[in-house]
Antibody, heavy 117, light 107 residues
Framework: EVQLVESGGGLVQPGRSLRLSCAAS????????MHWVRQAPGKGLEWVSG????????GYADSVKGRFTISRDNAKNSLYLQMNSLRAEDTALYYC??????????WGQGTLVTVSS | DIQMTQSPSSLSASVGDRVTITCQAS??????LNWYQQKPGKAPKLLIY???NLETGVPSRFSGSGSGTDFTFTISSLQPEDIATYYC?????????FGQGTKLEIK
């Protein structure tokens, strides 16, 4: 059974940093691209970042470019999101998602990031 | 960046109705268009990928069509368990965009 479990969320002050993790199991992690998607309270889905199976291709939404860094450790079956210079508008539930044949076929349950003083 | 315009933003329909949601891309995206269902408090679920392919295990009352810039998502006969918010999503290399979502309610 595919499982994606996010962790690392919490309350953080504006301008500070946070690192999210996603532990994957139930599939061959290093065969698949992985992504982060966020959802602000009461709002829609926003793609944040994605990384290819071998970290050779990486993409970011304009809203986080230069502040967030995605990475993965295939030996540990883990995906990460380093978030720096956090802003109030980064407050959201952050999901990690596995890329399947065309779409994101498995999602975690999310980890909540709240940016507030 | 490619923008996605999804409509309507909300929709009320009766059980058994045929429901249609549309998504328009700001430029040609071929068939790189997915549809998701999200129920309150839950993670999104992939229903349709590459515009018209039904994800494994998804009921056949869900379907998708379109290519280029105009896409359609259809529920052929609305069921009570289909109450959710639906999102389209385009992908272009390693850049993705979701539509604004359509909240579907039972009349």
């Amino acid at each position: 059974e595919v499982q994606l479990v996010e962790s690392g969320g919490g309350l953080v002050q504006p301008g500070r940093s946070l690192r999210l993790s996603c532990a994957a199991s139930g599939f061959t992690f290093d065969d698949y691209a992985m992504h982060w998607v966020r959802q602000a309270p009461g709002k829609g889905l926003e793609w944040v970042s994605g990384i290819s199976w071998n970290s050779g291709s990486i993409g970011y939404a304009d809203s986080v470019k230069g502040r967030f860094t995605i990475s993965r450790d295939n030996a540990k079956n883990s995906l990460y999101l380093q978030m720096n210079s956090l802003r109030a508008e980064d407050t959201a539930l952050y999901y990690c998602a596995k890329l399947g044949a065309g779409g994101f076929d498995y999602w975690g349950q999310g980890t909540l990031v709240t940016v507030s003083s | 960046d490619i923008q996605m315009t999804q409509s309507p933003s909300s929709l009320s329909a009766s059980v058994g109705d045929r429901v249609t949601i549309t998504c328009q891309a700001s430029q040609d995206i071929s068939n790189y268009l997915n549809w998701y269902q999200q129920k309150p408090g839950k993670a999104p679920k992939l229903l349709i990928y590459d515009a018209s392919n039904l994800e494994t295990g998804v009921p056949s009352r869900f379907s998708g069509s379109g290519s280029g810039t105009d896409f359609t998502f259809t529920i052929s006969s609305l069921q009570p368990e289909d109450i959710a918010t639906y999102y389209c999503q385009q992908y272009d290399n390693l850049s993705y965009t979701f539509g604004q979502g359509t909240k579907l309610e039972i009349k």
